[in-house]
């Protein structure tokens, strides 16, 4: 067949001889390789079957060639698989600080402040402020201890401001939120940095007229500073700020509530003001043009039983604006405080020294500016004043409470009247406020109540009472029911008068037990060999044979020394003496009684009591003198004529008469 005649037949024939010969060239390059891998003995074991069987091959050292009739996909696959996507844009960085105020984009590398904050400048501040900087507080504060200028009062001023709002932004500015740490740290720094211009500062930052995040938590911060550093600029301005808010504030006043400012300022007063400030927002709230509700929150801040508070109470209570509630709440105030004072005075311990002590009990701490204020004239006077026109011993309880603690004459003499007034109601109303181990008055007391109609239940007639002098009744049925209604009364009175006695027995022995308390207190000083020096201070002469195991005795004024010398104090002297001894009753009583002819005997099977009471008027002086006798055991009974361990108590009171009646 001649390939001219059939061109495209050669043309088939030469394409197939061609291909022929490239794939002979690639088996061959794959037999060398086939070779060379099998040259090495870890690669020939690759070959093998797991069996361990060799692998079929074709022309000996070939592999079995290539499954001809089946394309190869590979190539294929690999063509159309799909490019790889493009890496994503970078993510857009937030704008800096130097877009949001207007100006280029911050390219640059943030600057880097110094480490030490000694070294910062005023640029370093803001961008440390701008930046959150944790070391800004402490820059600060290194600031205003190191740098007392008004430059760097002015740079702290600048730290507490807000970031600027650009008026041409097309967005409404974000609010940003208030750094409290800073605006603490920027208040103290301004507090040490002590000028005139880091004064005026804080004045605006309580006023609110200084631009911060937060003026009211910085207005805070700010009297706080300031109140701990108590001096007459500040304490005018605290005093502002509580009684007169409306001078701290201007115009441009950003939005604080005063009330909650007012409070902190009264927080303050409560716990550490002075008593000279106390005084002046007493005095101020006395002022009719004081509000309601500042009055109301100055009297929270003054009315605790603080020794502080007591000149202002004082003050408060001489004024009418005061409500009554408040008015007898001072008073059993007030009358706590003069008996803590008065348990000073006389040497008494407290009624049980295993309990802690009251608030009001604090103020024997300065027992003489307690006693200046409630003993003095101007307290007295009001009291007195007060006692004398009280209506009902509903209201004149409480004030005889607190007269009884007053040891001075014209406050005697209105308690004596006092006394006379209600002496018909008896004296149960007032025993449990005035005669008990808690509650100790003051010693001249008993002389008053001395002077009271008193009736021993088992004497012959009534001392101080008007006897019956209406002899047989022969008259007609009127007369009759008056001499009946005259016998009741009399009886009402012998009745009343037995209480008043009672009364008077329960003061005597309460005042034994306290002066008892005070000798134990101070037992070692006294020893039983100084019974001859005890019997020289008692103006009744003690038996030869008395055995003085305890004594205790007051005298005022010159028996008081150091800072109590002072004291506004009435004459008193005051001694008791404690002896037991084995003797009879009877004869006691015959020694004692020899020198004291008027007083009068009082017997019960528990023991026996002589009650004295005198004026002498030519030496000014009035005197009680008691004297009591009893077994160890008062629940065993006493035999007068029986020798027996017996204890006597003597007890002597004497003070200026009161006023005449």
């Known amino acids: 067949m001649n390939w001219r005649e059939h061109p495209l037949l050669a043309l088939a024939g030469l394409v197939l001889i061609v291909l022929a010969a490239l794939f002979l060239l690639g088996r061959g390059c794959g037999c060398g390789r086939s070779r060379a891998v099998a040259a090495n003995p870890a690669d020939a074991a690759k070959n093998n079957t797991p069996g361990g069987k060799p692998k079929k091959v074709w022309m000996d050292d070939c592999p079995e060639p290539p499954n001809w009739g089946k394309e190869d996909e590979t190539p294929k696959r690999a063509a159309t698989k799909p490019p790889p996507p493009p890496p994503p844009p970078p993510l ?3 704008p800096s600080n130097d877009e949001n105020e207007g100006g280029s984009p911050a390219r640059a590398r943030k600057p880097v402040r110094p ?6 400048t005023p640029d370093d501040f803001h961008n440390a402020k701008r930046d959150s900087d944790p070391r800004l507080t402490e820059a600060v504060a290194y600031l205003g201890k190191h740098f007392v200028t008004k430059e760097s009062a002015e740079l702290l001023a600048k730290l507490l401001e807000p970031p600027a709002v650009d008026p041409n932004a097309q967005r409404p500015a974000q609010r940003v939120a208030a750094n409290p740490a800073l605006i603490e740290a920027v208040v103290a720094a301004l507090t040490a940095n002590g000028t005139s211009t880091a004064r005026q500062i804080l004045e605006r930052l309580v006023a609110g007229t200084q631009r911060t995040a937060d003026p009211q938590f910085a207005a805070t911060a700010a009297l706080k500073a300031m109140l701990r550093r108590p001096g007459q600029q500040n304490e005018d301005l605290l005093f502002r700020v509580i009684t007169a808010p409306e001078q701290t504030t201007t115009t441009d006043r950003t939005p604080i509530d005063q009330n909650k400012l007012r409070s902190t300022a009264l927080e303050w007063v409560k716990s550490s003001a002075s008593e000279a400030f106390r005084l002046r927002l007493a005095t101020s709230m006395t002022a009719p043009e004081t509000p309601p509700a500042a009055y109301n929150q100055i009297w929270t801040s003054l009315s605790d039983p603080r020794v502080e508070n007591l ?3 004082v003050m408060l209570y001489q004024s009418d604006r005061l409500a009554d509630g408040a008015r007898q709440s001072l008073e059993r105030q007030f009358t706590e405080q003069s008996r803590a004072v008065l348990r000073r005075l006389l040497g008494c311990p407290p009624p049980n020294q295993f309990q802690p002590p009251s608030a009001t009990v604090a103020l024997v701490a300065d027992p003489r500016r307690a006693a ?14 007060r006692l ?4 009902g011993s509903n209201r004149g309880l409480p004030l005889l409470s607190l007269a009884c603690t007053i040891p001075c004459t014209a406050m005697r003499a209105a308690v004596l009247q006092s006394l006379e007034k209600y002496w018909e109601e008896g004296p149960k109303r007032f025993e449990p406020s005035i005669v008990s181990d808690e509650s100790l008055p003051e010693p001249g007391f008993l002389l008053l109540v001395k002077q009271l109609p008193r009736k021993d239940a088992h004497a012959a007639s009534p001392g101080g009472l008007a006897a019956d002098r209406g002899g047989p009744v022969r008259s007609s049925a009127a007369r009759s029911a008056k001499l009946a209604a005259a016998r009741q009364i009399k009886e009402r009175q012998n009745r009343i008068a ?6 008077s027995e329960k003061l005597v022995q309460a005042m034994c037990r306290q002066f008892w308390a005070a000798a134990l ?15 020289s201070k008692l103006p009744i002469r003690l038996p030869t044979t008395a055995n003085v195991v305890a004594s205790h005795h007051v005298m005022w004024p010159e028996g008081v020394d150091g800072a109590l010398a002072e004291l506004p104090l009435a004459s008193l002297r005051v001694h008791y003496a404690r002896m037991e001894q084995k003797a009879r009753p009877d004869k006691l009583l015959a020694y004692y009684r020899r020198q004291l002819p008027s007083a009068t005997q009082h017997s019960d099977e528990h023991g026996v009591w002589l009650d004295d009471f005198s004026i002498d008027r030519k030496k000014g002086n009035a005197r009680s003198v008691d004297v009591f006798i009893s077994k160890p055991n008062r629940d065993v009974g006493i035999l007068l004529g029986q020798e027996q361990q017996v204890i006597v108590e003597l007890l002597t009171v004497e003070c200026l008469p009161q006023a005449d009646k």
């Open 498 to 503: 037995q209480q008043w006695l009672a009364f």
């Open 92 to 94: 857009a960085q937030p």
């Open 311 to 313: 000149a202002a109470q």
């Open 372 to 385: 200046e204020l409630l003993w003095g004239v101007n307290f007295a006077t009001v009291v007195e004043g």
């Open 521 to 535: 207190a101070r037992r070692d000083a006294v020893a039983r060999s100084e019974s001859g020096d005890v019997a």
């Open 115 to 120: 480490k030490d904050v000694a070294e910062w």
């Open 388 to 391: 004398r026109a009280a209506e």
